[in-house]
């Protein structure tokens, strides 16, 4: 299986096959892209523990592996895609099965007017001019590796443009399932997103295994908003428990737009998820929630910077972890305050539960602040449920199990309250009730 | 006998607390432990109640006929017993409704009864509100989370008109409450009140058992019972204080 010395060799191979692949579609404009992306690829090298931002998230289980490209062809009839959409969701639905995006699974139906959504691999044919003045912008391919190599292999994703005044009247939902078969598989899903002055959208992206099978996901979002743009952004991370996700939001926001994040993530043996988002002009606000529930020898890992470009902004952050077994939690918020961005308002928060004596948190906020009319605060708390709660409702006669369930589940309500769209939030709970349930009755 | 207290030592972090209680209860009995700060009283509730910090160095209880001392807490509110909190916990992200629902739920499991349906909880929760005046719109909220002082006591005695213990201890309900509060509370506790259940009313001061009018006083010192009475031996204690009982060879009631 390792015919190649090391996972960055087995990427570069990985890269020439896909090449081959590609016939025409290697004459396209956004093909340019890819090469400059592989060239910087290889030129970098991987994190390990020496990197400040990699500190505490140990890779070498990923550098281990040696990927493939998936097949090109899927036979959809071995699965019930069907199951893994969300039930009775009134939503515009993408649906990718390995990274392509299937339009015989998805509804794109009578999309209201002013909004565009399109595969990216449909634009990337055609040379979509719109996609190649975004795509790739915001993101430096050229520094982080994980970068460059998805930027390298993109090939389908969503890309969703949104025309200046429109309030789009549901949710984008991309699904994002693998379909691996114990084939090793990566795959770089790729989202574009533009919304226009005055505009509004709802996203949901989730990620969902059909398996346990060991594959790679290598994820990009860019996010534009213009001018008052309103973007509500909800991912459901479920990927299978071998799985190595790495996932990139860049969120560029122009005057008095807002975005928030919602992070629900239970998957992966891996999971890195970097959060960037950039004040471009003032009274700009920025909310970023998550929840995640780990246990076995899984890794979960927020790095989210909120740059105060300008002044006017505000941000809030809110991260909270429940950690059982081995497993490893890792938080770091950057939070830059420049010199003009005065009356910046940033919060920032990261409560974690450690239910086993083994787990471990690694938190750290950081913050850099160049201006002096400013109100900053962040605080991370570690602990174990409370007792005194937990006595509060034996005293009532709820059993032990009972009070650890009802106290975990109240740990984690206040981020997944925050979701607005009810299906999510419903199926964000049931994951969760299912995760905590499993977790206190195995103890 | 309901409750039947023997010789209860009790530790806490090491230190002796509870020197050897006596006590015994019967249905239809409310009883009330009055004393001086730090004399142990709150000590005896939670240890009733089974607090695990409270460790239990000689003694027994005898509750209901069982040996209470080796139930866990929530077999003793299954049981029956009912621990009304002088600093009720708050607890978000966890409505009034859910824990009550839970509990109710978990108490008749262990009777061997039915779980109630979604419309005869309902149905009990807003007949049991009326009991304490409880403002509707706390239900639905978080328990004890941003709630007044009041309001937290009125909650503590809302559980106990939902989960009807036999025996119910109220420690320092009145702690906190203005007088009108106090009323609404005592009313409730007096609505309770029946010949197949008990009441320990804990308090510092005699104000309560105006309202809540005990069979019995006890004065706890020092971790011990050293005078028993009549519902006349709070309004002396009102009258002459706690001093007149703080001389250490002071007879010990039984």
New interface residues.
Partial sequence: MNKYKNIKESFLNNFKDFENQLNGESKSDFHKIRKDAIKHFAELDFPNNKNEEWRYTNISPFLKQRFSLPENHINLDQINVSKYILKDIDAYIMVFINGKFFSKLSQLNNVQNGIKIKSISHCIKNNDNNLLKYLGKYVDYKNDIFSSLSTAFTTDGAFISIADNCIVDKPVYLLYLTLANNVEIQTQPRNLIVAGKNSQLTIIEQFSSTDNSTYFTNTITELILQENAVIDHIKVQEESRNAFHIARMEVDQERSSNFTSHLVSIGAKLSRNDLNSKFNDEGSEAMLNGLFLIEDDQLFDVHSFIDHANANCNSHEHYKGIMDDNSRGVFNGKIMVRKDAQKTNAFQENNNILLSENALINTKPQLEIFADDVKCSHGATIGQLDN??K??????????E??KV??L??????VVNLIKVDKVKNYAEEIITKRINTRVKGN | MLLEIKDLHAKVEGKEILKGINLNINKGEVHAIMGPNGSGKSTLAQALAGREEYEITKGKVIYNGKNLLELSPEDRAREGLFLAFQYPIEIPGVSNTNLLKTAMNEIRKYRGEEELDAMEFLTLLKEKMKVVELDQSLISRAVNEGFSGGEKKKNEIFQMAVLEPKLSILDETDSGLDIDALRVVANGVNKLKSDENAIIVVTHYQRLLNYIVPDFVHVLYKGKIVKSGGKELALELEDKGYDWLKVDNVQVAG
């Fill in positions: 005194d709660a006595f509060y409702l034996k005293s009532r006669g709820i059993g032990e009972a009070s009802i106290l589940h109240a740990f984690a309500s206040d």
